[in-house]
């Protein structure tokens, strides 16, 4: 990953870069669509990107509205965008609010579909028609995820609806009261299939928390039990992490 990898003191100076690359990828106009994604490691991502927007001119703030496309990564079986603990809700709290964007432009799967599976499916195909993605954003999840790409999994991985695994559900049980038991399940999700489609990467770690996965990532060749690993051969791939998350 050399030359490809950005470390910051602290996880303010992270956030504020990762709004300005996300900035910069909407000035260029947007040739293919933005793949997002949730967690409490974008959530001051995406508060500093709407501090950036906000402050532009109305005209220069319009035309970024005009252009947005995005592509969320994932989404729970069984919530949708009333619940909130669904990423429809999330999203909807972190971007459209805020910059008054049409809902429409952040497409999620339904995580209400009658028939998950085929919605994994449908939705790989919305993204293969809008060109695929342009600028991926990641975080790394607890025990190597990326999306709800959960261990094993290869890097041809499609699109799909599966269970989510205990530590999953534990990593994301703040948003549900602290309570694993209370997070759904199952999930529809891209895969890597269509993360590694993409022509850039952004993954984004910060957190002691982190510190032990990130340290597996840098030093152990790509593998199944690993997910996050097959982005190592991904020419676009870049990685930017905050002290802690290196264990400093």
Known sequence: ????FECFEQPSALSGRVAELLHQELNN????????????????VYGALVARLLALPPDQLQAVRQRWRS????????LGPADPGSFAAEMACRLVTPLNLEPERLQLPDGLAADPAAEARRYAGAVAAAGGIGLQLLGLGSNGHVGFNEPPCGAEAPSRSLH???A??????????????????GAITLGLEQILGAERILLVVSGTTKAGILARLLSEPPAPSLPASWLQGHPGLRLLVDRAALGG
């Open 164 to 166: 989510l695994s205990a």
């Open 168 to 185: 999953t559900r534990r990593q994301n049980a703040a948003a549900f009261g602290e309570d694993p038991g209370l997070v759904p399940a």
């Open 71 to 78: 592509f969320n990564l994932d989404e729970y079986v069984g």
């Open 29 to 44: 106009g947007l040739r293919r669509p933005l793949g997002l994604a949730t967690g409490r490691t974008m959530e001051p």
């Open 1 to 4: 990953m050399a030359g490809r």
